[in-house]
């Protein structure tokens, strides 16, 4: 396996974690021996994931863990993201987080109002609220706390998301995620989310100045057709969508575009890459060309 580079540009793949290397953080039949063959190519990679419930550093121990070769700084977070975002558009925002998990290691830089300083309507005692942050979804989105963030948008306050995931695939099956509570915020408070996390092309630009690659020599793989792949292919990165984790036949049939490669799991990727390397060598070294065969 060769670099999935073109004419000297490195060559690198994004990889999406929850449904894709793991389920319930129970590695997938053959995806530890998959990305090891990936490592041994010396193929730059990232691991991006929308997780919200660990940090970078939690989700490389746990990865580690369960065999796959990998460090934290191979970890991209929508809360790292998210950081980075606030840092930059929102500088010294006080910013009300609502996430199930602790991931204000990963906030590094970001001024957080806790919920206990929050005042519940805006103009009472106590700090006042500049962004409200959605993190992932989970028991801390009671009643309580969603119509406190609904008061604080009333009030002015900015909406940052890390993402908009409607479910998410567990061991017991589908759960409700962030991205339902979204869209009843954004209606009722009429404003409508900075999204930071996939598929923001935002996260994708992250992902590839993380790695210093360049988006027509980059794979992402990934279970969601909609956020991970068609999602990386509007940024021009070639997408590959497996059928693991989240993936339904009928929510690939209604998708709204056609991935340039499907899978039936990430362990078939490095044979990708070698069918590619070698189309690749035969059009003279023009990488991710291989639109015709819907693997
Ligand atoms: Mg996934």
């Known amino acids: 396996m060769q670099q999935a580079g073109r004419g000297g540009e490195a060559g690198a793949v994004l990889i999406d974690i929850d449904g894709v290397l793991t389920v319930s953080w ?28 660990r940090t970078r550093a939690s989700i490389a121990a746990r990865l580690a863990d369960a065999g796959f070769p990998v460090t934290a700084d191979d970890i991209l977070t929508a809360p790292s993201v998210t950081a980075a975002y606030l840092r930059e558009h929102h500088p010294r925002a006080r910013c009300l987080l609502l996430n ?37 979804a989970g028991d801390a989105f009671d009643y309580a706390a969603l119509n406190r963030v609904f008061r604080h948008l009333q009030g002015g306050a900015r909406l940052v998301a890390m993402h908009r995931n409607l479910y998410w695939r567990t061991a017991d099956g589908l759960d409700l995620d962030t991205g339902a509570f979204l869209l009843g915020l954004e209606q009722a408070a009429r404003t409508e989310a900075e999204v930071t996390g ?24 990934g279970d969601d057709i909609e956020s991970d792949v068609l999602a990386a292919q509007r940024t021009g990165v070639t997408g590959v969508l497996v059928r693991t984790g989240k993936y339904l036949p009928e929510t690939h049939r209604a998708a709204s575009g056609t991935p340039d490669h499907v899978l039936d799991s990430f362990a078939d990727l490095p044979d990708l890459l070698d069918r590619l390397d070698a189309s690749s060598d035969r059009a003279g070294g023009r990488a991710g060309g291989d639109n015709g065969s819907r693997d």
């Open 26 to 53: 129970e590695p997938l039949p053959g995806a530890v021996a998959a990305l090891e063959r990936l490592r041994a190519a010396g193929l730059p990679l990232a691991l991006v994931t929308n997780t919200t419930s």
């Open 100 to 136: 199930a998990g602790d991931i204000r290691d990963d906030l590094t830089g970001v001024t957080l109002v806790s919920e206990p300083e929050a005042p519940d309507r805006p103009g009472e005692s106590g700090p006042d609220v500049d962004v409200v942050v959605l993190g992932g």
């Open 198 to 221: 996939k598929p923001a092309a935002a996260f994708f630009g992250a992902a590839l100045s993380h790695l210093g690659a360049a988006p027509s020599a980059t794979l992402m793989v």
